[in-house]
């Protein structure tokens, strides 16, 4: 048996003459392989297998300097079953079935937010409070180009054009669903099964640039939502929509002309003012002037033109009792509410 003052001298002798004829680097590791069986052959000594373990050990440590892969530990070699370290979180351009498609007469109704079910596949966030959302200020110091607050009803057609025709699958826009009284511009949804009747209003005036300001709230009802749009370039004439659903209690933007949106949770029942502001610098939505969408280098191609409206996006959720799933109550007597809307223009 080796002694322990003859382990040193055995450890370092199996290290010369493991590196003293190194194999070529392809062929490394089974070299040493081999080297390690004929030490085990010759010293079946507990010191012996010491020095395999040390050779092992330390020469293996050196094979990225000899020609090995250097692969960082958290990037699989090519081939490799491992899993790459995840990649930072990116916004997801808006899918085209999971996302709401704004429309108006004539042309295709809209789907809903989120999922097929109508949950949202995560918890939806808060706005967060930025630097950036005390900017509605910057315009509220001036005086607005627009200041409606439909105090004077009925509905002032020099300013607004309401909704007439027809929308697959099942709405009909019903100017008579569109009114005016104490101050507040009221569109109901109202089920007259096999269709629903909505309604909707575009302002007259058109602006490629500026800040938009709407306050709103609906009523929950099953599949009834309300949208604010600026007419434009982006598919079916839409170039930004913002879709309330209060019973799903969610608000999604959407910058349909690049494929993107956000969605935040928010009691659509209650009063919330929504700005959108359009300048050179591109896009950005407010909810409550708290920032909570902000795209850089997408400013308008032509000038944009304000719609509200209401109406169920999904004709199932009309049924009455509505269809399994279906979030909220009936959607009977669902009623849009807005009481003032705000314009400014840009000025750089």
Do not use: N
């Not at 407010?286 to 304000?306: E, F, H, I, Q, S």
């Amino acid at each position: 048996m080796t002694r322990p003052d003859q382990v040193e001298p055995a450890v370092r002798k199996a290290l010369e003459d493991a590196v003293a004829h190194l194999p070529p680097v392809p062929g490394l590791v089974e070299g040493m392989h081999v080297r390690a069986a004929r030490i085990r052959r010759r010293r079946r000594t507990v010191g012996a297998a010491v020095a395999v373990a040390v050779v092992v050990g330390g020469v293996g440590g050196l094979l990225p300097r000899w020609g090995g892969t250097g692969t960082p530990p958290d990037v699989p070699p090519a081939g490799s079953s491992q899993s790459a370290a995840p990649a930072p979180a990116t916004r997801t351009p808006a899918q085209g079935t999971g996302a709401p498609v704004p429309s108006g007469p004539p042309t295709s109704g809209p789907s809903t937010p989120g999922t097929p079910s109508g949950r949202s596949e995560a918890p939806l966030p808060r706005p967060a409070a930025t630097s950036s959302g005390t900017s509605a200020g910057t315009w509220s110091r001036r005086t607005p180009e627009l200041d409606e607050t439909f105090a004077a009803g009925p509905l002032d057609r020099r300013r607004w054009t309401p909704y007439v025709g027809s929308s697959a699958p099942v709405t009909d826009w019903m100017p008579d669903a569109v009114t005016v009284s104490a101050g507040t511009l009221r569109i109901s949804v109202e089920p007259v099964l096999p269709r629903v009747r909505a309604g909707g209003v575009k302002a007259v005036a058109e602006h490629r640039t500026g800040r938009w300001e709407v306050r709103w709230r609906m009523s929950a009802g099953a599949g009834a939502i309300a949208q604010l749009d600026l007419l434009g370039d982006g598919p079916d004439g839409v170039s930004h929509a913002a879709t309330l659903d209060p019973s799903r209690r969610t608000l999604t933007v959407q910058d349909l002309v690049h494929g993107t949106q956000t969605r935040v949770s928010v009691d659509g029942r209650d009063y919330h003012s929504l700005a959108v502001e359009t300048s050179p610098r591109g896009v950005r939505w407010l909810l409550d002037g708290v920032v909570v969408d902000d795209r850089p280098g997408t400013a308008p191609r032509r000038p944009l033109r304000l719609a509200l409206q209401a109406f169920v996006s999904e004709p199932a959720c009309a049924a009455q009792p509505p269809a399994a799933g279906c979030p909220g109550p009936s959607t009977s007597g669902a009623v849009l509410e807005v009481d003032r809307v705000r314009f400014w223009e840009y000025r750089p």
